[in-house]
C-alpha cells in the first residue's frame, strides 16, 4: 500500500501517545502495516511531545522534515512550530485551545494569535481543519478525551483509509473500559466538528 | 498477568521496542536481571522488574551500573542465563568490570544491553559504545528493528553460550522508543537454581592468570569472527555494482531511499548486524562485486575505517566513504530524506529534493522547554539555598547532577553551573572549592547520592574541602520514570523483601560534621537553617526531604489543595518571576493560579510579600 505519513505534536500530558497507540490498533485491526516511533523523554515535565506514524510499505519509522501527509496538532503553537514538517500537499488537522508554554506567563516570549496560526496553516498547506477540541472534550463529559476528539477529527477526514468501525473497535481495545462511553462520544463530536470545518 | 508473560505463541501485539527487548529476554529464558534505569533503557527494567513479581525472574535494580554489572557477573558465573542493561554512558560506570569480565568469561549466556542516544534526546553526550565491544573484546549485534531485536535477544544468549563470552547488544533510541508490531514466540523455563564452580585460574584475574586468559580471549574472537561470517544477521540484499554497507535503524532508510531512488536493481547493500568482529571475509567479498561503496551508520566511522583496512589488505581500489564534509556526519541522527539524497549524490543519481518549506514569514513562537512539575520540592530548595545566599552576600557556584534537578539551571532559578556526569557534583565541588575562593553550593539526588555521590563525599571529609553539598531527598529515582533506589521505603510498594539506607545516618558516619534537614515547603525555616550551613567552614551537608510531587500523586500520598490568588495582589509578580511553578498563569495583566495542577505545597503562599496567596475554598 501507499506509505502515509504522520506526525502527531502535542504538550506533555494531552495523550498524544495514547492516540498513537489506537492509531496503530486500528491500522491492525485494517491490515495496514504501521511504525511508530516517540520522543517523550520529558514529556510529564510539560514539554513538546512528538510521535511519528507511518503507515504502508515503507520501512522506516521516523519522519524527516518537509515529508508528513498529515500534521495533527493537539496545540495550535505547537501545531505551527511543526510546520516544517510539511509540504505543500500535507493536511493539517489542529486543535485551537491553546497551552501557555510557562515562558510566555515568565515575559520571554509572545503567544502568536490564533487566528493568525490557522492562516499561515491554511495558507501553507492543502488544507486546514481546525476545531476547539477541548470545548469538544467538555462536551463528552471529560476534558482528557481531547486526544479522541482529534482522532475523530482525523478519521473523518479519511486520509487514513480507515473505516469508522474499525477505529471505535481500537478505541474499545485500547483506552480504559471506565472512560469508554465518553471516549466514543468524544470520537463522534470531533468527527462531526471536521465534517462541518 | 503481565502482557509480555502472554503464553500464547503466535499473537501479534503492539510492542515499544523496549517491552520487545523484555519479551526477547523472557523467550530466551532469563533468570537473572539487573540494572540501574537509564533512557532510552528504562521501559526495559521497568517491565522485567514487574514481570519479576509474577514469575521466577530474579531482577534487582542495583545501586549504580558497575554493581549491576558485577551482580550479573556472578549469576552468568553460576549457570545462569544472565541480562544487564544500562544507557550508553551507564557502560562507562560499568567499563572497570565489563573490561576484565572479557577475559574471563561467563558459564552461561550473559547478554549487556546498552542504549546508545544518538542526538542526545535525554543524554549528556552522544558516544559510539560500538567501540567497547572492541575495546574489550566481545562480540556484538546491532537490530534494525523493534521486531528483529526480540529475536536478538534469544540469538545473543545463545551466541554468548557457545563462546563463553558476554555479548553486547546495541540499540540506539530509535528502537528503544519505537513501537512495531511483534509476534510472540515461546517462553523458554528459566533454569534458576545456580551453582558455581571454582574455576580460579579461570576466575581470579593475577597477573599470572590474566595472561592466560588475555590468549583465550582473542581465541573466543576468532571464533566469534567466523560465526560472524556466516550469521543469518549480516546479509546482502539487492544486486548490482553500487554498494552500501549499513547496521541499526540506517539499514531502514537505506531500503526506503533505494527504492525511492528506484535503483533496486542496481544496488547491494551489505547489512551487518553481528558487527563485532566484522565478518572481513563476508565484507572483501562484497567490495569485490561493487565499483563504489557508500558506509551508512550514525556515529563514529566504526565499519568505514574496518572496511577500508579489509579493501587495503585484498588490495581492493574502489572508492570508500561515509563519514566527510559532503557525506555523512558524526553528529546526532540521520533521517530517511538525508540519507536518500546521501545516496544520490553519492552515486550520480538523478535527483531534486522537494523545496523546503518556507517559513521566514513565521512569527516566532515561544519555546516550551521542560519544567520541574507543579509542587516540586526542588523548585523550593533551589529557591531557598539562593535567597539563602543572597541574603548573606554570597557569590555562589552550584555544581548540579543528573536528574529532573538538572532543570533548575533554567532561569529563573538558574541554579546549576555544573554538570558532567553522574556523581560530579560532589567530587567536583572538592576541586571548585580549592581552585577558588568562591563558595560552593552542589545540589545532588538522593538516587543520584547512592550511585556515585558517596565516594565524593568521602573524598571531600578526607581532604578537608570546604563547600555545602544539597542532598534532594525525595523518595524516587524520578527522572527516568519513578524507579526504586536504596533510601526508599519499599513497604510502600509492597515488598518486605528490601532493607532501606538512611542519607543522613550515612553522612553523619562519613564524619561530615555539619549535617542539617529542612522540610523544603517550610520556607522561612529552610532559609535560615541553610544559612548556618552555608557559614561552616568545612563540608557541610543539607539534605532536603520531600517527596517528589508526581511520584505523591499517582500513589495517592499527596491530595492536591490547590491555591489562588486574591485581590490583594499588587501584581509585582515576585512569584512567576522567582519560583516559575507552571500552575502559574498571566490573564489580562493579573497572576492566576490554575486550579487543576496546583498540589499546594504553598511555597509561593509564602514568598508573596502582600500575602495575597491563600488556600482556595471549595
Ligand atoms: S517528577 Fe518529581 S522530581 Fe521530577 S520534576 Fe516532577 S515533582 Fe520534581
Redesign the interface.
Known amino acids: 500500500m501507499e506509505t502515509i505519513r504522520l506526525i502527531i505534536v502535542a504538550v506533555g500530558g494531552q495523550g498524544n501517545l495514547l492516540a498513537s497507540k489506537v492509531l496503530g490498533e486500528a491500522a491492525l485491526i485494517s491490515g495496514v502495516p504501521v511504525r511508530m516511533s516517540e520522543i517523550h523523554g520529558m514529556a510529564q515535565r510539560g514539554g513538546v511531545v512528538e510521535s511519528a506514524i507511518v503507515f504502508g510499505d515503507a520501512k522506516s519509522s521516523i519522519i524527516s522534515d518537509g515529508e508528513a501527509d498529515i500534521l495533527l496538532g493537539f496545540e495550535p503553537a505547537e501545531t505551527l512550530r511543526a510546520i516544517n514538517r510539511c509540504n505543500k500537499k500535507t493536511m493539517v488537522i489542529t486543535n485551537t485551545a491553546t497551552l501557555m508554554p510557562f515562558t510566555v506567563a515568565i515575559g520571554r516570549g509572545i503567544y502568536p494569535d490564533v487566528e493568525n496560526v490557522k492562516e499561515l496553516l491554511r495558507a501553507k498547506t492543502a488544507g486546514l481543519v481546525s476545531l476547539d477540541a477541548m470545548k469538544l472534550a467538555k462536551e463528552a463529559g471529560s476534558p482528557m478525551s481531547v486526544n479522541i476528539v482529534l482522532l475523530g477529527a482525523l478519521i473523518q477526514t479519511g486520509v487514513l483509509g480507515f473505516s469508522k468501525e474499525n477505529v471505535i473497535e481500537a478505541i474499545r481495545r485500547r483506552t480504559k473500559p471506565a472512560f469508554l462511553e465518553k471516549n466514543l462520544h468524544a470520537f463522534e463530536l470531533g468527527m462531526k466538528a471536521a465534517q462541518l470545518s | 498477568m503481565h502482557k509480555l508473560l502472554n503464553d500464547s505463541p503466535g499473537d501479534?501485539i503492539?510492542l515499544l521496542g523496549n517491552e520487545a527487548i523484555a519479551r526477547g529476554a523472557v523467550e530466551a529464558g532469563v533468570a537473572f536481571a539487573t540494572t540501574y534505569p537509564g533512557?532510552p533503557s528504562s521501559e526495559i527494567s521497568l517491565n522485567l522488574f514487574q514481570m519479576s513479581q509474577e514469575s521466577d525472574l530474579y531482577f534487582e535494580y542495583s545501586t549504580n551500573e558497575k554493581v549491576a554489572l558485577e551482580v550479573a557477573a556472578a549469576a552468568a558465573n553460576s549457570g545462569l542465563r544472565t541480562f544487564c542493561m544500562m544507557k550508553h554512558v551507564g557502560l562507562n560506570v560499568a567499563a572497570d568490570p565489563l573490561m576484565t569480565l572479557a577475559y574471563v568469561g561467563v558459564t552461561a549466556g550473559m547478554v549487556i544491553l546498552t542504549a546508545d542516544d544518538p542526538a542526545m534526546?535525554?543524554s549528556q553526550n552522544e558516544q559510539d559504545n560500538r567501540y567497547y565491544a572492541k575495546f574489550g573484546g566481545f562480540p556484538m549485534l546491532e537490530p534494525s528493528?523493534?521486531a528483529e531485536v526480540k529475536e536478538m535477544m534469544k540469538d545473543a544468549f545463545e551466541l554468548s553460550e557457545s563462546l563463553g563470552q558476554p555479548v553486547l547488544l546495541r540499540t540506539t533510541t530509535?528502537i528503544n522508543?519505537?513501537?512495531?508490531?511483534v509476534t510472540f514466540g515461546d517462553i523458554k523455563k528459566p533454569d534458576i537454581q545456580g551453582r558455581f564452580i571454582r574455576d580460579p585460574h579461570r576466575c581470579v584475574t593475577v597477573p599470572t592468570v590474566s595472561r592466560g586468559l588475555h590468549v583465550k580471549l582473542l581465541e573466543k574472537l576468532e571464533k566469534a569472527g567466523q560465526l560472524a561470517e556466516s550469521s543469518g544477521f549480516n546479509f546482502v540484499q539487492g544486486s548490482g555494482k553500487f554498494g552500501i554497507i549499513t547496521n541499526g535503524?540506517s539499514f531502514?532508510?537505506v531500503?526506503?531511499g533505494i527504492k525511492d531512488l528506484g535503483i533496486e536493481d542496481k544496488t547491494s547493500v551489505l547489512r551487518m548486524g553481528f558487527s563485532n568482529p566484522l565478518p572481513g571475509k563476508m565484507i572483501k567479498a562484497f567490495l569485490k562485486g561493487c565499483d563504489k561503496v557508500l558506509v551508512i551508520e550514525e556515529g563514529e566511522p566504526f565499519m568505514e575505517e574496518a572496511v577500508k583496512a579489509f579493501a587495503q589488505e585484498e588490495g581492493i581500489v574502489i572508492p570508500i566513504n561515509g563519514k566527510s564534509k559532503e557525506l555523512f556526519s558524526r553528529l546526532f541522527e540521520y533521517?530517511?530524506?538525508?540519507v536518500r539524497e546521501k545516496i544520490a549524490n553519492y552515486f550520480d543519481i538523478e535527483y531534486t529534493p522537494?523545496p523546503?518549506?518556507?517559513?521566514t514569514?513565521?512569527?516566532?513562537?515561544?519555546?516550551?522547554?521542560?519544567?520541574?512539575?507543579s509542587g516540586c520540592s526542588h523548585r523550593a530548595t533551589f529557591y531557598e539555598v539562593k535567597k539563602a545566599a543572597k541574603e548573606m552576600d554570597m557569590d555562589i557556584i552550584c555544581p548540579t547532577d543528573i536528574g529532573?534537578y538538572t532543570?533548575g539551571f533554567l532561569?529563573?532559578l538558574s541554579m546549576g553551573d555544573f554538570v558532567i556526569c553522574m556523581g560530579s557534583s560532589v567530587s567536583s565541588s572538592c576541586g571548585f572549592s580549592k581552585a577558588t575562593d568562591q563558595k560552593v553550593v552542589s545540589f545532588i539526588g538522593d538516587s543520584t547520592f547512592f550511585h556515585s555521590g558517596i565516594t565524593g563525599l568521602v573524598n571531600a571529609v578526607f581532604n578537608n574541602h570546604n563547600f555545602t553539598l544539597v542532598i534532594l531527598e525525595n523518595d524516587i529515582t524520578a527522572m527516568t520514570g519513578h524507579q526504586p533506589h536504596p533510601g526508599v521505603d519499599m513497604m510502600r510498594h509492597g515488598f518486605d523483601t528490601h532493607g532501606r539506607i538512611n542519607i543522613e545516618k550515612i553522612v553523619r558516619a562519613l564524619g561530615v560534621e555539619h549535617v542539617s534537614v529542612v522540610k523544603p515547603f517550610k520556607v522561612k525555616k529552610s532559609i535560615d537553617i541553610i544559612k548556618q550551613a552555608l557559614e561552616f567552614k568545612g563540608v557541610s551537608v543539607v539534605i532536603s526531604q520531600e517527596p517528589c510531587a508526581?511520584y505523591a500523586k499517582g500513589l495517592k500520598l499527596l491530595k492536591p489543595k490547590a491555591f489562588m490568588v486574591s485581590d490583594q495582589c499588587t501584581d509585582h509578580k515576585d512569584c512567576?518571576?522567582t519560583i516559575?511553578c507552571?500552575s502559574?498563569?498571566?490573564e489580562d495583566g493579573r497572576v492566576n493560579i490554575d486550579a487543576d495542577t496546583c498540589v499546594g505545597c504553598a511555597v509561593c503562599a509564602q514568598i508573596c510579600p502582600e500575602n495575597a496567596i491563600r488556600p482556595l475554598k471549595k
Do not use: G
Open positions: 501479534k503492539m533512557t534526546f535525554s528493528s523493534v530509535r522508543h519505537s513501537n512495531a508490531f535503524v531502514h532508510y531500503e526506503d533521517d530517511p530524506a538525508m522537494a523546503k518549506m518556507d517559513i514569514d513565521i512569527p516566532e513562537i515561544p519555546i516550551r522547554p521542560p519544567n520541574l512539575c529532573c532543570l532561569p529563573p508526581l512567576i518571576n516559575a507552571p502559574f498563569y498571566v
